[in-house]
C-alpha cells in the first residue's frame, strides 16, 4: 500500500498544532436559583503539570491552582440574581507556547422562580404550564385572585395559564417579563501576556457565529485564526508601549450581548521569575489515642511538616512528625499495696505520604514511616520506694487517612498500625498498636 507522506505530515502538524480540550463535569447539572449554593465542577487534564485557565459569563469560579494536579476541582456560585439564564463556563490548558488552545464549553441551565397572580373564577381551580412542567392546581378566593409559585427555565417565554370551573376548562397564555442576560464569555490565553511570545483570545458563545461576532482589543492587534463549536479563538500581539490589553466582544445589533476581559503585559525576563516553580509545604496537627493490648493505650497528639515533592504528579510528600505519647497503669498487688506507672514518649518519625484516591473534596492518603521514641517510664508503689528509667524504641508504621479538602484546610481521620516495643530491665510495653487520629492539614502558600 502506497503512503501519502505529505498527508501523513500534514495530520500530524494538525494534532500538534493545537492543545487537547479538557473534559469537563459537573454536579448537579441544572440550578435552580436560591436553591443550590454552588456546583462542583471537574476539569480533567490530557496531562499533568499543565496551567489551566477558564471564564465564565456569570457567577464567581473558584478552583485549586496547583499545576501539576492531573485533576482539577472548581467551586461555581450562581450570581445574586431570580431571572432565570444560562451560565457558560469555558477551560482551556496552555500545553506549548506554539500551540493554539482548545476550549471546551459547559452550560449550567440557571431556573428562577417567581409567583404568578392571576384573575379567574371565583373558586376555580388553576395550575401553570411552564415548558412541560405544571404548577398547581390552587383555587381562586372569592374574588377570583390566585397565586401560584412557578419555575422557569431558560428560554421560557410564556407560561399557559389552565382554569377549571362548574366542569368548564378555558386556558390562556400568560406572557413572562425576562430580563435579557449575556452568554457570552472570553478570556485571554495567559495573564500576563509575554510580550514577543504567541497569544490568544478565547470567544465564547453557545450560537456564535462569526459573521455577527464583533471584537475590539485595546492596546494590541489581532486576527481570527479559527472558528469551532460555540467558540472563536483570535491570535493578538500587543503594541510596542502597551501595559495592558481590554477586550471587548457583542454581538452586531444585539446591544446585550457583550463581554469583556483585560490582561497584564510582561516582558520575558518578568515572566521567568513569575514562572518559577513553588514549593509546597503543609503543617498539620492531629490528637488522638492508641492501643496496644491491655495497659498499653493511652493519648497521643503530633504535629508535622511536609513538602509536596515535585514528582509523579505531585501525589507524594515527605514528612517529619513530632509527637507525644502517654499511657499508665494503677492497679493492686494482693499482700502488698496499690501500684502506679506511666510511660511518656516523645515520638520522632519521618514518613511518606501518597494521594491514593481523590473524588471532588475527599481524598484518601495512604503512609509509611518509622522512627524513633524517647521514652521515660516512673512508677511508685506500696511496697518499694518509686523510680524512674528511660528507654529508646524503635517504631515502623502504616496507615490510612481520610479526608476532606476546604481550600487550603483539609480535615482528615487517621487510622495507623505500627510496632513501636518500649522494654527496659522492669518494662516490657508497646508504644504502637492501633492508633486513631483527627487532624488538620494547611497547605502554606
Not at 422562580?113 to 392571576?118: D, G, I, K, N, V
Not at 376548562?169 to 430580563?179: H, K, Q, S, Y
Not at 510582561?266 to 488522638?288: D, K, L, V, W
Not at 518494662?427 to 494547611?442: E, I, K, M, P, V
Request: proline share 7%; hydrophobic share 45%; glycine share 8%.
Amino acid at each position: 500500500m502506497r503512503r501519502s507522506w505529505p498527508a501523513i505530515f500534514l495530520l500530524f502538524a494538525w494534532r500538534i498544532a493545537f492543545a487537547e480540550a479538557p473534559q469537563v463535569s459537573i454536579q448537579p447539572s441544572s440550578v435552580v436559583l436560591g436553591s443550590t449554593a454552588s456546583v462542583a465542577v471537574t476539569v480533567r487534564l490530557p496531562k499533568a503539570n499543565l496551567p489551566l485557565r477558564s471564564a465564565c459569563n456569570t457567577g464567581t469560579l473558584i478552583g485549586t491552582d496547583n499545576p501539576s494536579e492531573l485533576e482539577r476541582h472548581f467551586t461555581w456560585t450562581p450570581p445574586d440574581i431570580r431571572f432565570p439564564m444560562t451560565a457558560l463556563l469555558v477551560f482551556w490548558v496552555v500545553e506549548e507556547r506554539s500551540a493554539q488552545p482548545e476550549p471546551s464549553l459547559v452550560r449550567i441551565p440557571l431556573s428562577g422562580r417567581t409567583t404568578l397572580e392571576m384573575s379567574t373564577e371565583p373558586g376555580a381551580q388553576v395550575r401553570v404550564e411552564v415548558a412541560k412542567a405544571s404548577f398547581g392546581p390552587r383555587r381562586a378566593d372569592r374574588r377570583g385572585r390566585v397565586e401560584i409559585p412557578i419555575e422557569v427555565p431558560p428560554g421560557a417565554l410564556s407560561a399557559q395559564v389552565v382554569a377549571e370551573a362548574h366542569g368548564r376548562v378555558t386556558m390562556r397564555e400568560a406572557p413572562l417579563d425576562i430580563p435579557h442576560n449575556s452568554m457570552l464569555a472570553m478570556g485571554f490565553s495567559n495573564d500576563p501576556i509575554v510580550r514577543g511570545e504567541p497569544a490568544w483570545l478565547i470567544v465564547a458563545h453557545p450560537a456564535l457565529d462569526p459573521q455577527m461576532l464583533d471584537v475590539q482589543l485595546i492596546g494590541g492587534h489581532l486576527a481570527i485564526e479559527r472558528t469551532g463549536a460555540g467558540s472563536a479563538v483570535f491570535r493578538i500581539s500587543p503594541e510596542d508601549t502597551a501595559r495592558e490589553l481590554m477586550a471587548k466582544a457583542s454581538f452586531q445589533g444585539v446591544a446585550l450581548e457583550r463581554a469583556e476581559a483585560t490582561a497584564r503585559i510582561t516582558s520575558p525576563g518578568e515572566s521567568a521569575i513569575s514562572a518559577q516553580p513553588r514549593n509546597h509545604f503543609f503543617a498539620s496537627a492531629m490528637a488522638g489515642g492508641f492501643y496496644a493490648g491491655g495497659s498499653n493505650s493511652g493519648a497521643a497528639v503530633a504535629v508535622d511538616g511536609s513538602y509536596e515533592l515535585p514528582v509523579a504528579a505531585s501525589r507524594l510528600a515527605l514528612e517529619l512528625e513530632v509527637g507525644i505519647r502517654s499511657a499508665s497503669f494503677s492497679g493492686a498487688v494482693e499482700g502488698l499495696g496499690s501500684v502506679h506507672s506511666s510511660v511518656t514518649a516523645l515520638a520522632i518519625e519521618l514518613a511518606l505520604r501518597a494521594l491514593a484516591f481523590e473524588r471532588g473534596a475527599w481524598v484518601v492518603h495512604g503512609r509509611l514511616g518509622g522512627g524513633a521514641l524517647p521514652f521515660r517510664v516512673s512508677a511508685q508503689s506500696d511496697f518499694q520506694p518509686p523510680f524512674t528509667q528511660s528507654g529508646f524504641a524503635p517504631e515502623a508504621f502504616a496507615s490510612a487517612q481520610v479526608g476532606y479538602r476546604l481550600r487550603t484546610l483539609e480535615l482528615f481521620a487517621e487510622l495507623r498500625g505500627g510496632i513501636a516495643p518500649a522494654k527496659t530491665s522492669t518494662l516490657d510495653a508497646q508504644l504502637g498498636g492501633f492508633l486513631l487520629a483527627l487532624g488538620a492539614r494547611y497547605r502554606i502558600r
